[in-house]
């Protein structure tokens, strides 16, 4: 299962470190990465993939909203289909 | 991978502008409950429904942490009570009360928000189960939570059944006074039907209809701050650029709902329906369909011009909807659910919006007066006068149209009665003074008009 991770918030030292070391502990692969400032917002997002589906899902939302609280940041997973779908016919 | 401005419009859809699945509403059907014993009747309906929709919350949930999309409601819709009133030995108010009794602890076991179906069809003419389950409405809502109640007393086919339209003037009166306390809460889980369709997710007027399956999944979605925040972008453009601004949200707002109702089907098992179209507001700001009107160019939503807006907006949502779904349906197009509305508490509450403005929008949206507040002594005569009204408009211009309005025991006009949650707020609005009495007491049925003989 593919997903979505975005992290949102304003720019500070360590964000990818923590995020992507959150992913590593969790075996979640990140297949592409890309950052850029938006609208005066650090805004990272990446494609994960989840070999094992909703198990490891759970606990890494759970791991990001705490970073969330600690960075000050807005982070989501959410499927990649979402996206596809919404925006692509 | 994805484009990052288009993931961030999503995020920013969801977490900014109120994007959510509203419902996702599983049918069942309960033709296979019927049976002339009530005690068996109950256990038959109590155990199908909490065995089709045990997995129902839990799938909700589980597709909307995945996605990250909210679901706001999950629902059961079923088969009309009135098949199983039929089918009893001797049906009576206290078993058609039973029954409604048993649907509410099914809906409170398998965790979900509502259920509806305590229905008839009466648009013609009733039945004998028929009959008693009307008049079993008033006890049913009162002493269940969950339940919703719908009653279609007239279709472009049929014509109008005006002695149920009579009738029910009286129920809602009689609703309305055995719910008194909560200030005639029941009558939020009642709706009155011109045209019903038989697979609409939203409440209160889901029931599964006569053609549908054994199970079905249905889906409503809700995006009415998605498509205001649209058009805040387009400021001062042309009705060709705003209907054209429409579509393209209200594309991208059904395939969500596309999305999350193919995902229930598989993982549940059950065959897709429908998504409903339907841009269903809440009481929270930034949800209103009033205030897509306002930035439209509209002073205050009920004003000379709005439903010129409403007529644009529900045609481009319908035109923007219908290519992101392989099964459109419902009754997908705009709500305007007084109580439910920011946008319409604050033009109601101002003076703006009026209950005869509001008929007038019922002509070209979905789906009628809906959770308007009436002083508390309005005459069952002069319900029955706004229901004959909007089925008059239901049926000549073959759309759905609904009234669920609520004579708020003790209230008067420029009173403010709260519901909580989903139903809002609702301002106490006038009605004529004037008496329809002897008009709704001739009986009988209006006979079918001319747009209805198309064969």
Known sequence: MKAVVTVIGKDRKGIIAKVSNI??????????????????????????????????????????????????????????????????? | M???????????????????????????SLKSCAGPDIETVCRKVYDKITSYAKDLVKTGEDIEAQFGIPIIHKRISVTPISTLADALDEPTVEKCVMIAKTLDRAAKTTGVNFIGGYSALVHKDYTRGERVLIESIPQALAATDLVCSSVNVGSTRAGINMDAVKQMGGIIKEAASLTADTQGFAC????????????NPFMAGAFLGEGEGECVI??????PGVVKCALESVKGADFGVVAETIKKTAFKITRMGQLVAMEASKRLGVPFGIVDLSLAPTPAVGDSVAYILEEMGLEKCGTHGTTAALALLNDAVKKGGVMASGYVGGLSGAFIPVSEDAGMIAAAKEGALSLEKLEAMTCVCSVGLDMIVIPGDTSAETISAIIADEAAIGMVNTKTTAVRIIPAPGAKEGDVVEFGGLLGTGPVMPVKKYSSAEFINRGGRIPAPLQSLKN
């Open chain 1, 23 to 89: 992913l590593f502990e969790n075996g979640v692969n990140i297949l592409d990465i890309s950052q850029t400032i938006m609208q005066d917002m650090f805004t990272m997002i990446m494609l994960v993939d989840f070999e094992n589906e909703t198990t490891a899902l759970k606990s890494v939302v759970e791991k990001l909203d705490e970073a969330e609280k600690e960075l000050g940041l807005s982070i989501h997973v959410q499927r990649e289909e979402i996206f596809t779908s919404m925006h692509r016919i």
């Open chain 2, 218 to 223: 249905n889906v409503g979605v809700s995006g």
């Open chain 2, 2 to 28: 994805i484009n990052p401005f288009e993931i961030i419009e999503t995020i920013k859809m969801i977490d900014e502008e109120n994007l959510d699945i509203r419902t996702i509403t599983m049918g069942i």
């Open chain 2, 188 to 199: 939020a889980k009642l709706v009155v039907f011109c045209n019903a369709v038989e697979d």
